[in-house]
């Protein structure tokens, strides 16, 4: 999950009475020996503050759900660039942590939090709608993309505008003698948004996988659908509980205050009309008399930390390429586990497990052990840490992305064409042209480039039983193939025979997207079919698939998915009806599924059949991500919570929402960082790109600790 959330220190929820709010809650209640059992101290909660609990979960649900599916859509679907794809999902989170601070603003400063979350929920739920109408590509055919593209305008706008307030309108529940209740609170608070993002990266993804409609082999429209719901049922779940809450006072915004003296000091320091006049000590003292010394004081105050929020934003840029470039990365991986099968964006359920997990773990022993012998004392210390970690983090994804890429299949060059042959045949084969030759013993398999221009010349060699022939093919030369394409192979068969005879199909050399493989048909052309002769695939007496078998030479395939829990060994079968004859279906062998690969199924003219791999499947087993999502996990509780930690004891009590907005800002800018170099496709190898962004994080940290050491603290504990 990622932390750009409600993780994240919503510092506008803490009062005078000390709730810290979030996170630092949920790890500080850890430690206070409560007198009364849970159950009794739930009894004494607000029934408002069920509402607000049951809303956050089908809101996070809603949000993480159309998150986890999003960057597929728009690489499968829309068949977008990586790069043009990293951009756009990327712009869209930029948005969703920048309108936090209007949101703020507003809800603070005119409509109060009830009004603010109540309007933006019913926009959050219009945007889910279009998302998943947009997505129905059959219906809305070319106006899909510009539809899902404005409702992802949307959806950011609402999730911002609701972010910094539903844990500060939960808290403003508790009436002011609630103190441990209150901190209580958002220990759940926090499980809540967990438990909604865990459950939304596994059955979201799954319906998206799983599920065929809209004429394809997934279903991006369900997929989306669900969080649609979601969000209509948190909606309603707000608004029952309207007569239950508490609606605190409108008092104006600290964070509008802070903006106006910051701006009335710019413009006062650049407006000084006599040059005898002495500069002032500090830019912000322009902002006297107008506004408070005590205003002034803090505000310069807030400019001194947030220098230390610089390596934040790289920070950022990182950590929220998990829900893009790692998931890319992801579908290009094998995500057979034994008789399971893990979808790429399932992935991420990988982060809200270790969550909770790891930060009782950590707050119960390992910080408690490393503090008795000195170490980790402060947050400053565990942020350096955290920041150290996140550059293994991705230089360990680097070196992945390295393996992973040796194994993707390369595509032809420009004019080129790859040729798979295959000898079916009892006699040793030459094949020769003028940029290759070989020979080929039977039933071996060999695969190489040849230019288009060029011809292929065959000759069976000592083979005593047959009559002595030669046969030419030229690929590019295909009266069905006007144009040479790099990207469609051309897959030769050589049958049994006492001459040469072969068939040949066009294939794709392209890996399979959506985790399927794909099975092309080859028939012998003496084998008497009728028109509807179809392949069928069984798995476990059920029907997988359907491929009707048509001329040889057309592109003849079928895409079929794994199962999710299955041994995704299929049993393949002809059916065959004669005119006027009934059906019959005949065995003809068993293939196994392999994601991303192509196979070929040959039936030769007594009806026999085997299965070749034609283009290979992807390699690298998806499990080795688990050991950079563990390393980023563990560096998000070192860097997050002590920044967190570290805003809060050093942010005056006026400042806490201020502190909030500023942290919401290196999100904004560690996103744009991120659409700079990936969207705009600035470093074309990928490997390069992820140490890039590895070395900035390291000059980053190098930073950070130049930085931590000159910080001068409110608290010495810092």
Not at 125 to 150: D, E, H, N, R, W
Not at 267 to 288: G, I, V
Not at 695 to 708: G, Y
Request: hydrophobic share 45%; charged share 15%.
């Amino acid at each position: 999950m990622e932390k750009n959330d409600e993780k994240h220190f919503n510092m506008s929820s803490l009062d005078s009475n000390g709730a810290i709010g979030e996170k630092m809650l949920e790890v500080n209640s850890k430690f206070k020996h409560q007198e009364d059992s849970l159950i009794s101290s739930l009894k004494r909660y607000p029934r408002s503050v069920f509402f607000c609990l049951v809303n956050e979960f089908a809101e996070r649900f809603s949000f993480y759900g159309m998150r986890a599916v999003l960057i597929l859509l728009l690489t499968n679907v829309y068949l977008l660039q990586d790069s043009t794809a990293k951009l756009i999902f990327h712009a869209f989170i930029s948005l969703a942590y920048l309108s936090p601070l209007f949101g703020s603003i507003i809800a603070d400063g005119f409509l109060g939090r009830y009004k603010l979350i109540l309007y933006m929920s019913l926009l959050y739920l219009l945007g889910q709608i279009l998302i998943t109408v947009g997505s129905v590509t059959s219906v809305m055919q070319s106006a899909s993309q510009p539809v899902v593209y404005f409702s992802l305008i949307i959806i950011a706008i609402a999730t911002g505008g609701i972010k910094p307030c539903v844990s500060s309108f939960a808290a403003d529940q508790f009436p002011a003698d609630m103190v441990r209740e209150r901190s209580q609170f958002f220990s759940f608070f926090y499980m809540s948004i967990n438990l909604g993002s865990f459950l939304s990266f596994i059955i979201t993804p799954y319906l998206r996988g799983q599920v065929s409609c809209d004429g394809r082999e997934t279903c991006f429209p369900l997929a989306f659908g669900i969080p649609a719901f979601c969000m209509g049922l948190a909606t309603v779940i707000f608004l029952a509980g309207r007569s239950h809450y508490y609606h605190a006072p409108v008092n104006g915004t600290v964070l509008l205050q802070v903006f106006k003296c910051v701006g009335h000091a710019v413009k006062r320091r650049f407006a000084r009309k006599s040059p005898n006049q002495p500069p002032l000590p500090h830019w912000m003292d322009y902002a006297s008399p107008k506004y408070s010394d005590q205003l002034i004081e803090n505000v310069k105050h807030i400019f001194r930390m947030s220098v230390l929020f610089i390596p934040a934003v790289m920070f950022s840029t990182l950590y929220d390429q998990t829900g893009s470039t790692w998931i890319l990365q992801a579908s290009r991986m094998n995500g057979r586990v034994g008789h399971l099968t893990i979808l790429p964006d399932q992935m991420s359920t990988v982060n809200p497990l270790f969550i909770i997990t790891l930060v009782p773990l950590f707050e119960g022993l390992v910080y408690p052990a490393l503090v008795k012998r000195g170490y980790f004392q402060r947050p400053l210390t565990r942020m350096t840490c955290g920041v150290m970690l996140m550059t293994i983090t991705f230089a360990l994804s680097g070196v992945l992305q390295i393996v992973i890429s040796k194994n993707l299949i390369t595509q032809p060059d420009l004019n080129t064409r790859r040729i798979v042959l295959h000898n079916d045949d009892p006699c040793t084969l030459g094949y020769s042209s003028n940029s290759t030759s070989g020979l080929l013993l039977p039933n071996d398999v060999t695969t190489f480039d040849i230019p288009c221009t060029e011809s292929i010349t065959f000759q069976r060699i000592n083979c005593s039983t047959s009559v002595p022939s030669v046969e030419q093919l030229r690929p590019g030369a295909d009266q069905e193939e006007k144009l040479c394409v790099p990207s469609d192979g051309v897959f030769v068969n050589f049958w049994p025979e006492t001459v040469i005879r072969f068939n040949y199909a066009i294939y794709s050399v392209k890996q399979v997207d959506n985790s399927m493989t794909r099975f092309y048909v080859l028939v012998d052309d003496t084998v008497s079919l009728s028109e509807n002769a179809t392949l069928i695939f069984h798995e476990d007496g059920t029907v997988r698939g359907r491929l009707k078998i048509r001329s040889n030479r057309h592109v003849n395939f079928i895409d079929l998915k794994p199962n999710i829990l299955s041994t995704n060994i299929l049993l393949v079968s002809l059916q065959n009806c004669p005119l006027g004859q009934s059906c019959k279906e005949i065995f003809l062998s068993t293939a196994e599924l392999a994601m991303g690969g192509s196979k070929m199924v040959l039936v030769n003219a007594k009806l026999k059949s085997k299965v070749l791999d034609i283009v290979p499947s992807y390699g690298m087993s998806i499990l080795w991500q688990v050991p950079q999502w563990f390393l980023v996990t563990v560096s998000e509780i070192f860097f997050q919570i002590s920044g967190l930690e570290f805003a809060y004891a050093e942010a005056d009590e006026s400042m806490k929402s201020v502190m909030s907005a500023f942290w919401l800002m290196t999100i904004f800018f560690g996103n744009l960082i991120v659409m700079l170099i990936s969207g705009t496709h600035l470093i074309k190898d990928l490997v390069v790109e992820t140490f890039v962004y590895a070395a900035l994080m390291a000059l980053c940290t190098i930073l950070f600790v130049f930085l931590s050491r000159r910080y001068k603290p409110r608290s010495i504990n810092i």
